[in-house]
Antibody
Framework: EVQVVDSGGGLVQPGGSLRLSCVAS????????MNWFRQAPGRGLEWVSV???????YYGDSVRGRFSVSRDSSKNTLFLQMTNLRVEDTAVYHC???????????????WGQGTVVVVSS | DIQLTQSPSFLSASVGDRVTITCRAS??????LAWYQQISGKAPKLLIY???NLQSGVPSRFSGSGSGTEFTLTISSLQPEDLATYYC?????????FGGGTKVEIK
């Protein structure tokens, strides 16, 4: 079955760090365009980052310089390292796979169930 | 960044009704638009990609149309299991952005 499973969320104090994991099955993480999204309580969806197959990464304005994405091909896992966390980073974080046709971004077709991050003192 | 404006933000309809949700983009995005269904507490589920293509396994009562700046999601005959929030998303460029969502209630 093609799926991703997110984990690693928890309660952290402002200024703290956390690393989220996204384990994929049914496909290889390093061969796909992989994204992180988040959803704050009662709010809509927000794009956080993308990781390209060639290792290029891009980040949203609100997290650039604080969050970083990495991959471990041996574990078929995508990571989101979050540092200098703020209260406004509180959200459910979803790992997700982009569906592409050639170079065209078509949709995000596989989503993780989400992992909850709470930043609070 | 490309802004997406969804309307309405909330709608209440009866089982069997035809329901239409609109998504307007702040600039042209060709057909780089997807629609998702999110049932409370769950991950979003892809319904429509490339504006009008039905994702495999999605019931045929869901359809999408539009291009450029104006798009619609239609549910031809609303079912009780369609109670959810629906989001449009543009994939023309990063940052990928979403509409504010439409919460669908069953009367």
């Amino acid at each position: 079955e093609v799926q991703v499973v997110d984990s690693g969320g928890g309660l952290v104090q402002p200024g703290g760090s956390l690393r989220l994991s996204c384990v994929a099955s049914g496909f290889t993480v390093i061969s796909k365009f992989m994204n992180w999204f988040r959803q704050a309580p009662g709010r809509g969806l927000e794009w956080v980052s993308v990781s390209y197959p060639d290792g290029t990464t891009y980040y949203g304005d609100s997290v650039r310089g604080r969050f970083s994405v990495s991959r471990d091909s041996s574990k078929n896992t995508l990571f989101l390292q979050m540092t200098n966390l703020r209260v406004e980073d509180t959200a459910v974080y979803h790992c997700a796979r982009e569906m592409r046709l050639g170079t065209s971004r078509e949709a995000v077709d596989i989503w993780g169930q989400g992992t909850v991050v709470v930043v609070s003192s | 960044d490309i802004q997406l404006t969804q309307s309405p933000s909330f709608l209440s309809a009866s089982v069997g009704d035809r329901v239409t949700i609109t998504c307007r983009a702040s600039q042209g995005i060709s057909s780089y638009l997807a629609w998702y269904q999110q049932i409370s507490g769950k991950a979003p589920k892809l319904l429509i990609y490339a504006a009008s293509n039905l994702q495999s396994g999605v019931p045929s009562r869901f359809s999408g149309s539009g291009s450029g700046t104006e798009f619609t999601l239609t549910i031809s005959s609303l079912q009780p299991e369609d109670l959810a929030t629906y989001y449009c998303q543009q994939l023309n460029n990063y940052p990928l952005t979403f509409g504010g969502g439409t919460k669908v209630e069953i009367k």
